[in-house]
């Protein structure tokens, strides 16, 4: 089930910072470890959380969605 916070979120900017954030706060990892998990630059996860740089592939998307938890058709 997909909590109504969630749901809620209508752009992609919202829901890449959320998904960020999630997997920051409770997946337990740091910037460069999330960065390295997904397969990005140290920079990159700090830009989702600012709206920039929102150009994610594909890839970086599902990885996002796997170390945060979240289902990637989200």
């Known amino acids: 089930m997909v909590?109504?916070?969630?749901?809620?979120?209508?752009?992609?900017?919202?829901?890449?910072?959320?998904?960020?954030n999630l997997a920051l706060e409770k997946g337990g990892y740091k910037v460069p470890g999330l960065a390295a998990a997904i397969g990005v630059t140290r920079q990159s996860p700090y830009n989702w959380l600012n709206?920039?740089?929102?150009?994610?592939?594909?890839?970086?998307?599902?990885e996002l969605a796997a170390v945060s938890g979240l289902n990637p058709r989200w």
């Not at 909590?3 to 960020?20: D, G, I, T």
């Open 3 to 20: 909590p109504s916070k969630v749901v809620a979120m209508k752009n992609l900017e919202s829901r890449v910072s959320y998904a960020v």
């Open 51 to 62: 709206g920039k740089d929102l150009n994610l592939s594909g890839e970086n998307l599902v």
